[in-house]
């Protein structure tokens, strides 16, 4: 028998596949694409992590969602962040 999972966040992540944009205080942007969410974070696919700066703003224009957040870990295209 597999033991089962143990979720060790304090906040559940929701599964999403919408649209997104890290938008960078030097006028940047760098689509993304959102892949899960919760209330003090999440986790986004982007182009390429490389140059990603220390803060920016995750925006879902189609929620009307913007939060400040930073990068907490990365994997090839994957980006982990946490809202500010």
Do not use: Y
């Amino acid at each position: 028998m597999s033991e089962p999972i143990v979720q060790r966040r304090a906040h559940p992540r929701h599964r999403v596949f919408k649209a997104g944009r890290l938008a960078f205080h030097n006028g940047g942007v760098v689509d993304c694409t959102v892949r899960n969410i919760s209330s003090t974070g999440a986790r986004v696919d982007v182009a390429t992590p490389v140059g990603l700066p220390a803060s920016f703003m995750l925006l879902i224009e189609t929620d009307h969602f913007s939060r400040l957040c930073h990068p907490v870990w990365s994997q090839d295209k994957q980006v982990g962040i946490a809202f500010d």
